[in-house]
């Protein structure tokens, strides 16, 4: 179904199925032969879910190779990227508490379970925002699992559509006193001006010593939008042969948007970028051919601080 500005979702539905797919991603890179990330409860929170396609997957009764016949970019890419990706987060975050700062603001958190993993230093409070329904139902988990946070860890129910600033401070979000911000994962589901407003707004909560992380995307030429969303329909199409249909071409927007490093310098934030290219083959991974360069290839992770 085609993304509308009110539309609802659960994970296992729509954009909310994402967050189990990269959570299924996470689980298959760290039980990877010699791992770049570990974290152990991305496999029990997909199989909690309960959507059998993203099951299959992590108790290896589906194979990556099982979904990548003739595929650009499939899944064991993408489980090479989420590898990358995840310890790039998980840098970042570790570098910003380490250099003082105390609190963790990680926007549309979906399955994401860095407050049990990490190692955060002593005082860290991480915030953890998304709609309700996934706030609980992460949080339930892990408990039924027996596991605690590793930092405090306060959630914030709100769907990021509506008044999240007010809500984040009224968990005792501090705007005066320097934060950690990560956007994982979330600009491309955004409307070109709702990601617009997004920045704007951790800019304006962002005191002096402030760190920030996103991704960041040059638009996509228009003449390679319908080869873009051919792309990702042939992906669905071979999903959707193995029992799980997601048409991923309608989850995102794909229109003319500012690129996010860029409005980001331009609002006083010092950024360094590296691409998904670079971080693929210093972390040793396979580096990506032509076909697999036109749709990761301009990828960049980016972070960096606000002095002022």
Known sequence: MTRTDNDTWDLASSVGATATMVAAARALATKAEQPLIADPFADPLVRAVGVDFFTRLVTGELRPEDLDDGATAGMQRMTDNMAVRTKFFDKFFLDSTRAGVRQAVI??????????????????????????????????????????????????????????????????????????????????????????????????????????????VPNIDPDRHEKAIERMRTASQQWREHGFDLDFAELVYLGDRNEAAAYLDDRGWQLTRQSVRDLLVADGLPPLDDEEAVDFGELQYVSGTRST
């Not at 926007?107 to 860290?124: I, N, Q």
Request: charged share 25%; aromatic share 10%; hydrophobic share 45%.
């Open 107 to 216: 926007l549309a958190s979906g399955l994401d379970a860095r407050a049990y993993r990490l190692a955060w230093p002593a005082g860290v409070v991480v915030y953890e925002i998304d709609q309700p329904a996934v706030i609980d139902f992460k949080t339930r988990v892990l408990a039924e699992l027996g596991t605690k946070p590793t930092a405090e860890r306060r959630t914030v129910s709100v769907d990021l559509r509506f008044d999240w600033p007010a809500a984040l401070i009224d968990a005792g979000f501090d705007p005066s006193q320097p934060s950690a911000w990560s956007a994982e994962g979330l600009l491309g589901y955004l409307p070109p001006d709702a990601q617009d407003r997004l920045l704007d707004t951790i800019t304006e909560l962002s005191a002096p010593g402030s760190w920030i992380a996103v991704e960041s």
